[in-house]
C-alpha cells in the first residue's frame, strides 16, 4: 500500500505531509515495511510491464 493517499487521523492531513507525529510515525512504517510502498501504482504497472518484457524477449 502506498502512503501518498493515506489521511491522518489524528489530523486529518495526508500521511506524507508528515504533519504531526502520528503521521511521521506511520510515513516511517510504511516506508520500512517494503522496499515498494514508496512507489506508485503506475511505476509498479511500469516495472512489471518491464519485467514481462525482458522474460519474453529471453525465451526467444
Given at each position: 500500500m502506498t502512503y501518498d493517499r493515506l489521511v491522518?487521523?489524528?489530523c486529518a492531513a495526508p500521511v506524507s505531509e508528515g504533519r504531526c507525529p502520528?503521521?511521521?510515525?506511520?510515513?516511517e512504517r510504511l516506508q520500512q515495511e517494503s522496499p515498494f510502498?514508496?512507489?506508485?501504482?503506475?511505476?509498479?504497472?511500469a516495472l512489471l510491464a518491464v519485467l514481462?518484457?525482458?522474460?519474453?524477449?529471453?525465451?526467444?
Open positions: 491522518c487521523a489524528n502520528v503521521c511521521r510515525a506511520n510515513r510502498s514508496g512507489m506508485n501504482p503506475m511505476a509498479l504497472i514481462i518484457a525482458a522474460v519474453a524477449l529471453m525465451t526467444r
